[in-house]
């Protein structure tokens, strides 16, 4: 019998700034954050979501269920006996970035985004068979003519954006709009960036983002304090990485039936699942590091499912 399953994407917008570490590193930043191997683009690790969705979860029920609700859903860790062990219910995949937030002459900032990165967001929809509105296939294949905006928000003149010193001679597309309309009604209403990302969004060519999310991230310099004297502690200076606030990433995520064995009678279907879950997941949660100085803050929104 196979197991069914219940599939939704996650949007998570950025509400300070993220760091989601990746080790260190021999360049100048000592602390970078998760990149993909292949585009260098910045994403967050299947295991670092699911582990602060898990503790999100487990502190947003009543303490009497908690244990059991969420190594129910989540799995059990490694201290449980093998014979009480139980695997998750839930699955979720790496957080691939959608859209980057860039300093704009005009409109402040615009959420920057590339022909890959909506390609492989409208192919992992129809993975999670979701309907992601085909409006911008024509404007995305091989020759792409970008840039494009959706409207006149981010334009100086007639044609023409700055993004950080760069400079772009752009199009205004009806179709990148509707398509950014739609996208926006997908949200959820407490979603951050709902109330101007639709005027505020720009395709540019693949290279360019690449050199964007290469080189404009934050990166800070921090420094250890000695606990004794209050004062800096010599040679305990470091750079971090941090995505920006305003980043846009999204996430699969699916729900399996909970079975006592594989050919009996689910105890909990995948579709409760993932309504108790999406229920029960604050609208606001902490992803990696530093989250006592006010960072990792994000705000998640379903996109749709079955």
């Known amino acids: 019998m196979d197991r069914k399953a219940d599939k939704n994407v996650m949007l998570l917008t950025a509400v300070s700034s993220l760091h989601v570490g990746g080790g260190s590193n021999l360049s100048v930043i000592d602390l970078p954050i998760q990149r993909e191997k292949h585009t260098n683009f910045p994403k967050i690790e299947a295991s670092s979501l699911k582990g602060s969705m898990r503790h999100a979860f487990y502190h947003s ?20 006996p093998e014979e009480d ?20 002459a005009k409109g402040i900032f615009a959420y920057v985004t590339c022909p890959f990165a909506l390609n492989r967001f409208f192919r992992d929809c129809k993975l999670m068979d979701i309907n992601y509105n085909a409006r911008l296939d ?88 000695n606990e004794e004297t209050g004062i800096a502690k010599d040679g305990a200076l470091f750079n971090e990485e941090y995505l920006p606030s305003e980043s846009i990433l999204y996430s699969l995520i699916w729900t399996e039936d909970m079975r006592p064995s594989q050919n009996e009678k689910p105890v909990v ?12 997941l604050p609208s606001y949660f902490h ?12 705000a998640w929104s379903k996109i749709g499912g079955k």
């Open 138 to 225: 024509n404007l995305l294949g091989e020759n792409f003519k970008g840039p494009f905006v959706s409207d006149q928000t981010l334009v100086l003149n007639s044609n023409t954006v700055l993004l950080e010193e760069y400079t772009f001679e752009v199009e205004v597309k009806k179709e990148l709009k509707e398509w950014a309309e739609w996208f926006v009604k997908s949200l959820s209403e407490d979603t951050i960036a709902k109330s101007d990302i639709a005027s505020k969004m720009i395709v540019i060519s693949d290279d360019d983002f690449t050199d964007f999310v290469d080189l404009s991230t934050e990166v800070i310099t921090r420094i250890a304090i």
């Open 269 to 280: 279907t995948g579709e409760a699942i993932m309504e108790r879950l999406l229920e029960n």
């Open 85 to 104: 062990a139980r695997a998750s219910a839930i699955s979720v995949s790496d957080a691939k970035l959608l859209f980057f937030p860039i300093r704009s």
């Open 61 to 80: 029920l009543k303490e009497e269920i908690r244990e059991d609700k969420t190594c129910s859903y989540f799995g059990t860790d490694g201290n449980i």
């Open 287 to 298: 992803i990696g590091a530093n989250t006592t100085i006010g960072k990792g803050l994000v």
